[in-house]
């Protein structure tokens, strides 16, 4: 596999690339995955809620990244072909056991695997789900370069994302809480414009930009790969 490069130019209030690191965001969700699904499920229901609506829209084979517990692989349609791929090898132990108990016979494969380096061929994918992930990768930009790689031309990748204050007191709340949220494997502060940055670097259009609950910090973005 070629190197990762970030042609991203970083702005004086973008965190440094690798402020987190792939081995801690490992274990840290590997510590969550007892309790994961109890503390998060509700909270981000809606959002997983609509990135599948997104992802079947779209329709064909389906790699979703982060896939976790597996939380979200039953609302799929039994239809749709999946393949899930996570960091954390105990998140990925509760993901197969979901899959086992609910006879998930449309799920291809569960697999351990780096979102900053996928393991699949060239345009191997139709959509490209990422639910709270691109946050919690050391590097975003190659996690995001290496959805586009996977994805067939015309496809989409589909993320729900924390989206960083633009500034004032929550601006202010999130770099204070940052150290914090590092130790536990995401970012708090994360603008939308890294990701208008890395689309326009890499000729991906942004076709949906939909704030979520709860409280509008999160959204759901679409992205587009060009067709050939």
């Known amino acids: 596999m070629s190197p990762h490069s970030n042609s991203h130019a970083a702005s004086a209030d973008d965190l440094p690339a690798r402020d987190l690191d792939t081995d801690a965001v490992a274990r840290a969700y590997g510590r969550w995955a007892p309790v994961y699904d109890m503390v998060f499920g509700r909270v981000f229901a809606r959002g997983r809620s ?12 389906v790699l979703e990244v982060g896939v976790g517990t597996g939380i979200s692989l039953p609302a799929y349609r039994r239809s749709t072909r999946l393949f899930g791929v996570d960091i954390s090898e105990p998140m990925l132990a509760k993901a ?24 699949f061929p060239d345009g191997a994918f139709d959509v490209v789900v990422a639910q709270y992930v691109v946050t919690a990768v050391p590097n975003p930009e190659a996690a995001l370069t290496e959805f586009a790689r996977v994805l067939r031309p ?7 994302t ?25 970012r ?32 759901l973005l679409r992205l587009a790969k060009p067709a050939r």
């Not at 924390?162 to 995401?186: D, H, Q, T, Y």
């Not at 708090?188 to 979520?212: M, Q």
């Open 50 to 61: 609509l990135a599948i609506e997104a992802a079947e829209r779209a329709g064909g084979r």
């Open 96 to 119: 197969r056991e979901r899959v086992r108990a609910l006879r998930l016979q449309n799920v291809e494969g569960l697999a351990v695997m780096d979102a900053e380096r996928l393991d």
């Open 154 to 160: 015309g496809g989409e990748i589909v993320i729900t």
């Open 162 to 186: 924390r989206i960083g204050a633009e500034g004032g007191l929550r601006g202010v709340m999130e770099k204070a809480f940052s150290p914090v949220a590092n130790r536990l494997g995401w």
């Open 188 to 219: 708090t502060e994360f603008s939308f414009a890294r990701y208008a940055r890395w689309a326009e670097a890499h000729g991906i259009a942004i076709v949906e930009r939909r704030p979520l609950p709860p409280l509008g910090h999160f959204c």
